[in-house]
């Protein structure tokens, strides 16, 4: 480990490795590790899609060139369903993005409340989120832009830390709480059944109190495990609370990001409600495109079936970020990071206080991260220590030459620290 060395080895080891970065730099990089983007390949898996769809009807008859249906086609509904096990009733198939509903949700629970809200949440002195950490940078930027109060609890292996939750639930003013519960953007845990049924059986002081079950990797698998996600709408209706979970899916990492299929599914009253103020804003979704999908899928095995494609294309890529970080840093007591089997992110922890310094060293050598502290409300990770990793964007030799370059700049930036340099 690197914290055993002596200020004399520590020395020695700071100019081999400032010899190490110079190095690096001097390949003039340019490369990018930051959005969890599909690279080109991955996004030409789709191109199937732009030659349909070959019907103008949907299974009914409906003409989809023309205005409504707003809960979606029910075939694609039914795909959805079936994929995130829950009951077609309980879908309803949108536009492009499942953010812009996770922004509709939480703008009309202020604005008008839920159904079973006392009155507007804009209407309350403060409105809080609990915001599991690390977790999804926009998430974060949504709540502060709706000026929601943001409290953090840890993000473990299996879901949030369910005591740290249940403390903070009994403050009546905490309204909301994120989850990314399958492949959990940036740590890639998967929340167990077991803290799912916590989560949702748990007593609230708040009443109308929602958790935002953001499932936007609930198909996404690196391995031939096919992780199940936890049933989230059926222990929440099993334990009294079924309004509580919201949850969110959509297309965009399975066929185009950004011209995909979004989709929430909630209980009979939630959907009601969304429904209605929905009705407000909009007289159906792109119905073309959903039946684009439905043809082009066939149906939820169809969809597997494609998800297995990216896989193959991807899962090299997320082995690349293991060997480089392994053959560098295992064992020098510096780094800690995730061995993703699903989702679209590793979660790097370097030495406490050096991730601002990785960023910089990386940035100076071409090599640009998510900015350190992004993962945590207001881009303030207290421990300066967490970098997200986004490989699937870049080509695999990219991603094998960046990341040995990030690991570089971690060994780097601890020794300078280790060393007080
Ligand atoms: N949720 C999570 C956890 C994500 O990582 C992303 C995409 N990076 C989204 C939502 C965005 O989804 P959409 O494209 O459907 O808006």
Redesign the pocket.
Known sequence: PLTDLTPDQLAERLTALRADYAALQAKGLKLDLT??KPGADQLDLSDGLLGLPTSTKDRAGTDVRNYGGLDGLVELREIFADLLGVDVAQVVAGG?????M?YQVVSWLLSHGGPDSPRPWSQEETVKFICPVPG?D??FTMLAELGIEMVTVPMHADGPDVPAVRALVEDPSVKGMWL?PTYA?PTGAVCSTEVAAELMAMPTAAPDFRILW?N??AVHHLTDVETKSADALALASASGHPNRPIM?A?T??ITF??A?V?VIAASPENKEWYLKRLSFASIGPDKINQLRHVEFFGDADGVRAHMRKHRDLIAPKFAAVQDALTSRLDGLGIATWSKPTGG?FVDLDVLDGTATRVVQLAKEAGIALTPAGSAFPHGNDPDDRNIRLAPTFPVLAEVEAAMAGVAVCAELAATEKLAGA
């Not at 492009?96 to 812009?100: A, Q």
């Open positions: 959005r969890g492009n993005s499942s953010l812009t996770m999804y926009r998430h990314v953007n953001d936007a990797y969110f959509s965009s990492k990001a950004g995909g979004a679209y």
